[in-house]
């Protein structure tokens, strides 16, 4: 009878966790199901703002827009930090200290975002040179390029009234140069003579072997320093043989400081930056391309037509009329009620580029008529052409105006557009998040015109 009781005990005590298995798992299932229903209401909340993106990019035309939501609830600040993250692959910057970074900032507040790059700046920099102090060179350099990425990050939405500005601004270029120091060969900081100033920037050259090579000339945009564009490309082109060559225009950098805005004459300035390459000896005249990002998809072409050493042209994107691109963008459709209304963080990154042309402080709407004679002729573009187009910033109506007009007048066959694609994080101003990619399409048509 006892085997028997144990027995009945025991088939009960199964019965039990058979049911309570089952239960649990109805409930595991059903919680599953939920969970499953959030995710794709979640991929379908995340399509469609996508799609609303793509949808006011057709409308108003925004330089600063991003298409796939990274960490802030404020757009302009969110693509910011795609900015710097894109810098990644070049060595500008570290995930865990981006992330950390932003896990500090208050969204959408600019000065924020100012102390908080600021102070990372300051940690990668301090081990930049207790490294260096005992001789790890590597190690040092590396820090020290981050910590110029960091600097210049935390200066994006900063006004140059700022006590701060200037500091940030030396701190941004003398730890790119100590970085400059620790290559081999060593990057050179150079300074090129023009009219009462100097135009600033770096060579750097693949080897000491004396002989040329091919060479890629970078210039900015609207609201660049030299330095964003080593980040931007500068080691890609070193990997693939390539000298490389940056400076910053007037308007560009720290030149506003003395005076030099942005002005319609590129061709004037990029002589004396075209007499300089060709003054160097490790450059192969024959195989010098210019790069231009953002509105150096003006200046570029625009020089292009007046300098025929200027042979192969690479644009990201074309912007053949600045005026008619800027009254497409949101602080020339805005009213000033509606630009006093800004998230601050919008309207100081804006006004910064504003001060650029000359314009008064958050004067932000003046720009547009700065622009009025900027404009070049791509009929007079006569060597090889590369233009390279997001596909979100592809879908302003405007945007794509131009790139036809630019691709219908070049008289060399040797042309191409490209519409780099959603789908491979490649959808934003200058393909900034996806640099790889950029550099990928930019030096495989090189090499080819180089064979």
């Known amino acids: 009878m006892k085997i028997k009781g144990v027995r009945r005990k025991g088939i009960f005590i199964y019965i039990v966790t058979i049911l309570c298995v089952l239960i649990c798992a109805s409930i595991v299932q059903g919680e599953t199901n939920m969970n499953c229903k959030e995710i794709c209401q979640a991929d379908k909340s995340s399509e469609g703002a996508k799609t609303d993106q793509k949808e006011e990019q057709k409308e108003t035309y925004d330089a600063h827009r991003s298409y796939v939501k990274l960490h802030f609830d404020d757009e302009e600040m969110d693509f910011a930090l795609q900015w710097v993250l894109g810098s990644i692959s070049n060595g500008g910057c570290e995930l865990g200290e981006a992330f950390y970074t932003a896990s500090c900032i208050k969204d959408g507040d600019p000065k924020s975002w100012q102390e908080e790059w600021e102070k ?69 900081y150079i300074e090129i003579p023009f009219e009462n100033t100097v135009l600033p920037g770096y060579f750097m050259k693949v080897d000491n072997s004396g002989k040329k090579r091919k060479t890629l000339l970078m210039i900015g945009g609207g609201e660049t320093f030299a330095e ?167 879908e302003n109506e405007e945007t794509q105006r131009q790139q036809k007009e630019c691709m219908d007048a070049l008289p060399n066959p040797n042309k191409k557009l490209i519409i780099t694609p959603a789908n491979e994080g490649a959808s934003s101003h200058c393909i900034s998040e996806n640099r790889s990619l950029m550099a990928q399409l930019v030096f495989d048509w090189l090499d080819e015109i180089y064979k």
């Open 120 to 188: 990372m700046a300051q940690r990668v920099e301090a081990r930049a040179k207790t490294s260096l102090a005992a001789g790890h060179k590597v190690s040092a350099r590396q820090s020290f390029q981050r910590a110029s990425n960091y600097y210049r990050t935390a200066m994006v939405s900063m006004l140059p009234d700022n006590p701060k500005f200037k500091g940030l601004a030396k701190k941004t270029r003398s730890c790119l140069k100590e970085a400059g120091k620790l290559y081999d060969p060593p990057m050179e």
């Open 228 to 394: 964003d564009n080593f980040f931007y490309i500068a080691p890609q082109a070193i990997k693939r043989g390539y000298n490389f060559l940056t400076v910053d225009l007037p308007g560009q950098g720290m030149l506003p400081m003395e005076g030099h805005f942005f002005r319609a004459d590129t061709e004037v300035p990029m002589k004396v930056v075209m007499d300089y390459a060709y003054s160097r000896p490790e450059i192969d005249r024959e195989k010098l391309a210019v790069f231009g990002i953002s509105n150096g998809g003006y200046f570029v072409p625009r020089a292009a037509m007046y300098d025929k050493r200027i042979k192969e042209v690479v644009v990201s994107s074309a912007v053949v009329d600045n005026y008619r691109m800027f009254i497409e963008m949101p602080f020339a459709k805005d009213t000033q009620e509606e630009i006093d209304k800004w998230p601050p963080f919008k309207l100081y990154t804006t006004a910064a580029v504003a001060w650029r042309w000359g314009c008064d402080r958050l004067d932000v709407k003046d720009q547009v008529e700065k622009t009025k004679d900027f404009q070049f002729d791509p009929s007079k573009v006569t060597g090889p052409f590369l233009d390279l187009v997001g596909e979100g910033e592809y």
